[in-house]
C-alpha cells in the first residue's frame, strides 16, 4: 500500500483511482464494449493502433496520416499490452516480496545485532587504549 500513499503525494497522480488487479480484471469481464470513434474522420471506428506513432487510428487514417506506417488491430495490441501488464504485476509482487523480507532482515540487524557489534568495537577500541595508554606510561 505504500504505492497508494505515493500515488497520494504526487500532483499528476493525485486524482487516480487504485484498484486491485482481479477487481479490474473482474470488471472488465462484465463491462460492454465500448466503440471508440476517430477524432479526425468522425463516422470512423478506431479499429486499428499504428504502431510507429503509437496511436489508436481508424481505415481512413492508413491511406493518409498514417500511410506506410506500422499498425495492428487494436484488439491485439491492447491484449498484447494488457499481458504484459499482468506480467509486469506479478514481477513488481515478487520485488516487494523481496524488498519487505530485506527490509525485515536489515530492521534485524539494526534491533539485534548491530547493539552487540557496536559493543563488541567499543570494547576492542577501549582495551586497545588502554595498552597504549600502558605502553606510554611505561616509557
Excluded at 41 to 67: A, F, M, N, R
Amino acid at each position: 500500500m505504500r504505492c497508494c500513499a505515493h500515488n497520494l503525494e504526487r500532483k499528476l497522480t493525485k486524482s487516480h483511482v487504485l484498484q486491485n488487479i482481479s477487481e479490474l480484471k473482474q470488471r472488465r469481464k462484465t463491462m460492454p464494449k465500448q466503440k471508440r470513434v476517430c477524432k479526425k474522420h468522425k463516422d470512423q471506428e478506431l479499429q486499428l493502433y499504428c504502431i510507429t506513432c503509437q496511436t489508436p487510428i481508424c481505415s481512413d487514417g492508413t491511406v493518409k496520416d498514417h500511410q506506410d506506417h506500422d499498425y495492428d488491430l487494436l484488439t491485439e495490441v491492447v491484449n498484447t499490452y494488457a499481458t504484459e501488464l499482468v506480467r509486469h504485476v506479478d514481477d513488481v509482487k515478487e520485488l516487494q516480496r523481496t524488498l519487505e523480507h530485506h527490509i525485515a532482515r536489515l530492521k534485524q540487524l539494526e534491533d539485534v545485532e548491530l547493539p552487540g557489534a557496536v559493543m563488541a568495537q567499543t570494547s576492542q577500541i577501549s582495551s586497545h587504549f588502554a595498552t597504549l595508554t600502558r605502553c606510554a606510561n611505561a616509557m
